[in-house]
């Protein structure tokens, strides 16, 4: 069982930068590929960015690519997401998912365990 806790989310002017953690309190934290996925009102849920195992290989949207960095720590079982030149459009709940193995894709369906998720106010 993996269980994942989001923070770092809060309030920031446009063009501002915001740090997400996603900590895990399972054990093998590193066997497991994590995506960032978030969920703005009236909206689904998205993909964000997605990270694997040894962190050596990473995913992002079009619409965070070159904005947003993940990256992750296994020693401290925290995966980041350093989110920068924040737009109000990125305005949303942020969650971490992750999912067994070391391939990372974009469906939500393919991660098994979800955060609570944090949420994140781009004011323009």
């Known amino acids: 069982q993996v269980q994942l806790v989001e923070s770092g989310g809060g309030l920031v002017q446009a063009g501002g930068s915001l740090r997400l953690s996603c900590a895990s309190s399972g054990r093998a934290f590193s066997t497991y590929s994590v995506g960032w996925f978030r969920q703005a009102p009236g909206k689904e849920r998205e993909f964000v960015a997605a990270?694997?195992?040894?962190?050596?290989?990473?995913r992002y949207a079009d619409s965070v690519k070159v904005r947003f960095t993940i990256s992750r720590d296994n020693a401290k079982n925290t995966v980041y997401l350093q989110m920068n030149s924040l737009k109000p459009e990125d305005t949303a709940v942020y969650y971490c998912?992750?999912?067994?193995?070391?391939?990372?894709?974009?469906?939500?369906?393919?991660?098994?365990?979800w955060g609570q998720g944090t949420q994140v106010t781009v004011s323009s």
């Open positions: 990270i694997t195992q040894s962190g050596g290989t990473t």
């Open positions: 998912a992750a999912s067994p193995g070391n391939s990372i894709g974009t469906n939500s369906d393919r991660y098994h365990y």
